[in-house]
């Protein structure tokens, strides 16, 4: 499929926040499908920046839902002690901490205090970034200050795109105010340190890919403008809604629980994103969608 290309390694980077879904079931099928085929290793990162949100239960489901589906993966942890232990991200804390140091000290970020009200609209309305707040101020966010510069983005499919980043993205957050990074700034540190050179998400997460790429080179690092990025459609649910974490009809769980098969599964992805092919296990998605 890809005998052409050449990478060292992916990721399948879960948030456990709720029960996995066939949205999560595609796109982990789909990574392992293309590492296979091109002979890249698979790290198992899981997203746990969020505490508040992170349950155990949501953790075990990652193993659960990864061992069901038979996928696998060649680094990270094999079961909740090893994450705890030694692939949380909590571990990785004074990585994103000395970026954050060094956005500080070139003077690239900029308190922010607005409330969720106050953020009402999709794109950051600009309130704080000329009131010089203090960056060791309690209780408030860190932006970053953003500009119309080029961005080049490595694509699997389409070679190299030149755009810039989208309005939502304009002074997005890089530390939130619980004092922890951002999920842009963990996710570019995290790439980084384990040497990832293809990452494949949904293309609902195309904007984050932009926000990190213009990251990245404020950080200063080119080694993540060598990344090639595959955004993939997604399943939706009702016709236009995005699928959510939860434990209902369209998690794994529940459709473990209600006796489905790993094949039950791929063949209800297939039949939902109308794939000419037959999808009956993770090698076939990507020869389905590609």
């Not at 499929?1 to 879904?21: C, E, Q, V, W």
Request: net charge neutral; glycine share 4%.
């Amino acid at each position: 499929m890809f005998n052409d290309k050449k990478f060292t390694r992916t990721r399948i980077a879960p948030t456990p926040s709720g029960y996995l879904h066939l949205g999560n079931a595609l796109s982990f099928a789909l990574t392992a499908a293309i590492a296979r085929s091109i002979g890249a290793k698979i790290l198992l990162r899981i997203d746990d920046l969020d505490q508040q949100r992170v349950n155990l239960a949501y953790v075990q489901d990652v193993f659960d839902t990864l061992n069901f589906l038979e996928i696998p993966w060649n680094e990270g942890p094999r079961n909740v002690i090893e994450y705890h232990d030694e692939w949380s991200q909590m571990r990785r804390m004074d990585m994103y901490n000395d970026a954050l140091q060094q956005l500080a000290e070139q003077r690239d970020v900029f308190a922010c205090k607005c409330s969720r009200s106050q953020l009402q609209g999709s794109s950051y309305p600009g309130n704080c970034i000329n009131k010089s707040i203090p960056l060791d101020t309690s209780e408030t966010a860190w932006r970053l200050f953003t500009d119309d510069r080029s961005i080049s983005l490595k694509t699997l499919t389409k070679g190299i795109i030149t755009t810039r980043l989208p309005e939502t993205m304009k002074n997005f957050v890089v530390k939130k105010k619980d004092d922890h990074p951002a999920y842009q700034l963990a996710s570019v540190i995290d790439d980084l340190h384990f040497e990832v050179d293809l990452v494949i998400r949904g293309e609902d997460l195309y904007p984050s890919t932009l926000a990190q790429l213009f990251l990245a080179d404020v950080l200063g690092d080119s080694r993540f403008q060598d990344i090639t990025f595959y955004h993939h459609p997604l399943i939706m649910e009702d016709g236009d809604k995005k699928l959510s974490k939860s434990a209902g009809s369209t998690s794994i769980k529940y459709l473990r629980k209600k006796g489905k098969t790993a094949t039950d599964v791929y063949r209800m992805i297939g039949s939902i994103l109308g794939t000419a092919k037959p999808v009956q296990r993770f090698e076939d998605v990507a020869d389905a969608l590609l």
